[in-house]
């Protein structure tokens, strides 16, 4: 009997895969890919450039030697400022061929204020009302592809808190990457969240979170890397997100779609040995859901 175990995948910087220079040591792809495959997820995200192949046929070709798939990937797109319209029109197409080629099915957008990812200010009407058309510009552009677009929620981006979030819902209706770790940062309770718009969860990412090293990051006077080498995502069931909660309600109301347990890791101590290192807390976060999880989906 398939259960929601079945649709259970990973993420690149599960293992510390980013592209942020000095987050810290990079595994080798040969080897993550191995790890991935052997604790038998199906299916990865593409991860940091560099991390897989830059050609879609490469992406499937690499993949199918691990039996694994690609699910898609995170998308930095800019949709408030109309000087950067064409630019996101054709990154969007870009990266929407790539996928569909490589047998994706979710663009996973994050709503950057520039290019360099600076500090987003407060976004004037004119502003939100181009970003909301955007939107729906993009969900066209993946349509064509056969790929569900799925908003990113995100530690310094245009949509950040519970505001944002709130913002987009009554503004548009694209739908949600539903990220368990960085809803709760932003003040949304993802239990809620899953309950209140279930009809605009496409995508979901597991992350759990130290709350408690939480204030710093959003008054902008500590970096989500720095946050992160210091321990903010822990691994499921660690930390103060109700993941169990999240996936029950999802269940209930017949979600079907990928879990991917995205436990944003930074390798600062030189890289671990064979079979150490973030596939151990990978390891404990499968470990939950198995163990305290699903049976409560059981019941």
Same mark, same amino acid.
């Given at each position: ?11 690149? +910087? ?56 690609? +699910? ?48 987003? @200010? ?5 502003? @939100? ?11 066209? +552009? ?77 008054? @902008? ?39 991917? +347990? ?38």
């Amino acid at each position: 009997m398939s259960t929601f175990l079945d649709r259970v995948a990973s993420a690149p +910087i599960s293992w510390g895969i980013c592209e942020v220079p000095g987050w810290g040591a990079m595994l080798p792809t040969p080897r993550v890919l191995t790890e991935m495959s052997g604790l038998g997820l199906p299916a990865t995200e593409l991860g940091a450039p560099g991390f897989l192949p830059t050609s879609p046929e490469d992406v499937k070709a690499e993949l199918a030697k691990y039996d694994m798939t690609l +699910i898609g990937g995170f998308t930095p797109v800019i949709l408030h400022d109309p000087a950067m319209r064409e630019w996101t029109i054709n990154e969007a197409r870009r990266v929407a061929d790539l996928f569909q080629r490589a047998g994706a099915t979710e663009f996973i957008s994050a709503i950057v204020y520039d290019q360099d990812w600076s500090v987003p @200010r407060p976004l004037n009407a004119d502003e @939100r009302k181009h970003m909301m058309e955007m939107f729906g510009l993009i969900d066209e +552009i993946c349509a064509e592809h056969g790929l569900n677009q799925v908003l990113h929620s995100h530690v310094q981006t245009v949509v950040e808190t519970k505001d944002d979030i709130d913002m987009v819902l009554e503004g548009c209706d694209v739908g949600f990457c539903l990220d368990t770790g960085h809803m709760a940062i932003g003040g949304q309770d993802p239990v809620e969240f899953a309950k209140m718009a279930f009809d605009r969860v496409g995508h979901v990412h597991l992350k759990d979170v130290d709350l408690s090293l939480v204030p710093p990051v959003l008054a @902008r006077e500590k970096s989500l890397m720095t946050a992160t080498q210091e321990g903010l995502f822990t691994p499921l069931g660690q930390g103060d997100v109700d993941i169990a909660g999240v996936v029950e309600a999802l269940e209930s109301r017949g979600y079907d779609g990928w879990y991917v +347990i995205e436990q944003d890791t930074a390798i600062t101590d030189g890289l671990p040995a064979e079979g150490e290192g973030p596939i151990e807390q990978v390891v404990t976060s499968l470990d939950y859901l198995r163990d305290a999880v699903a049976p409560r989906l059981a019941k």
